[in-house]
């Protein structure tokens, strides 16, 4: 189940950074309008919560602690100041009644001073969020978006013949065709890239605050809205991480080489980097590497079959062939650094007789008249 459908405070939603953007940039990546109309009592909260946010909005300056304990004590100066004109003129029980009232006003404007101090010091720091959204309108090359809103990977075939396999919630914007002398993508969410070797034309991945840049290797980057770290981890190959310069810190702007099984954690806050040379050792990097890069896809006389298998394996795919022409081939082949496409031109090569293949999505079918 969500974890806002435990909400049950306003401070619930205003510490949510997924309805921050939705409120106040008007990204709802989250589905925040359909979850908001499924309940009239939800929809009374959400609207409260928004209007404070809103009315929250105040250029982004840093509330110290001083600063936020000086406001308070002068709100409740005034707050006294009130009761006092009023003791003389009030009967014991409005004394009691307009002191629990402005107890609640104390409170409320307590909550306001906290929230504001939270939101700024928390999420709003020394940098300014970059947002999936901003990086794609900052891009002039008209770009095709791919959204997985299905409940498992989706693999994206880009026109240099890199893959992409997208994560259920994730989001990816590409040219249809890679002009000039880079290869630029944006990613909101969480991908597994594959990239075809090009030296001339390097690649690179735009998520949040973060760039990563490769010239032909295997990677993930892990970077969702409402997160507050960003995770490159590489498979193969070497890549290269640093800063976006749309991030207000980028004069601190840093570049962190990555080798294979190697990884990094940025941290959104104060565009911090953290490289992590043992990925073993840190358990929420293991726990999140997939198939895709425990398996080996290095094949010494191994058949057809099982090398389709370990492709559906990784790619989660489906993969319609010939089984009873191809049930006597054998391969011997090293596919550890090519993109999807490319291992099945290669695998279709191999095998001959006309052999090749169509993908459709996450169908794949090969045809064939057999080995050679």
């Not at 941290?267 to 840190?282: C, G, H, P």
């Not at 993969?319 to 596919?335: A, E, G, Q, V």
Request: hydrophobic residues 35%; neutral net charge.
């Amino acid at each position: 189940m969500q974890k806002r459908n435990y909400y049950i405070e306003i401070e619930d939603f205003l510490s949510d950074e997924s309805f921050r953007t939705w409120i106040l940039s008007k990204v709802d990546e989250q589905g925040w309008e359909e979850w908001t109309l499924e309940n009239q009592q939800r929809a009374k909260l959400v609207e409260d919560a928004r209007l404070l946010l809103l009315a929250m909005k105040v250029p982004y300056t840093i509330i110290s602690s001083s600063a936020l304990n000086t406001a308070l004590q002068s709100t409740w100066i005034k707050i006294e100041e009130i009761e006092n004109r009023n003791k003389s003129t009030k009967s014991n029980a409005g004394r009691y009644l307009k002191k629990y009232w402005l107890t609640g006003v104390a409170a409320t404007l307590f909550f306001a001073f906290l929230s504001v101090w939270f939101f700024k010091n928390q999420f709003q720091t020394n940098n300014t969020a970059v947002t999936y959204k901003e990086l794609v309108n900052d891009n002039n090359e008209g770009l095709v978006e791919q959204t997985n809103n299905s409940d498992k990977p989706q693999v994206i075939t880009l026109s240099d013949g890199s893959s992409v396999l997208l994560e259920p919630k994730s989001k990816l914007s590409y040219p249809k065709i890679f002009i000039g002398n880079k290869r630029k993508v944006y990613l909101s969410g969480e991908g597994f890239f594959e990239i075809t070797k090009d030296s001339q034309k390097p690649f690179f991945v735009y998520a949040n605050e973060i760039i990563t840049k490769v010239v032909g290797t295997s990677f993930r980057v892990k970077a969702y809205s409402d997160q507050p770290n960003i995770e490159v981890l590489v498979r193969t190959g070497k890549v290269r991480v640093s800063s976006n310069e749309l991030a207000a810190n980028s004069k601190r702007m840093i570049e962190v080489v990555l080798l294979p099984n190697e990884a990094l954690r940025f941290l959104r806050s104060d565009l911090s980097f953290n490289k992590i040379t043992n990925i073993t050792e840190d358990k929420m990097l293991a726990a999140s590497v997939g198939n895709i890069e425990q398996l080996s896809f290095e094949f010494t006389d191994i058949p057809v079959d099982q090398i389709f298998k370990t492709i559906e394996q990784a790619y989660l795919v489906d993969i319609d062939f010939p089984k009873d022409k191809l049930k006597k081939c054998h391969l011997t082949t090293s596919l550890s650094d090519q993109p999807l496409s490319e291992k099945l031109r290669i695998i279709c090569k191999s095998i001959g007789n006309d052999t090749s293949f169509e993908m459709n999505g996450n169908q794949i079918v090969i045809t064939s008249q057999g080995c050679y």
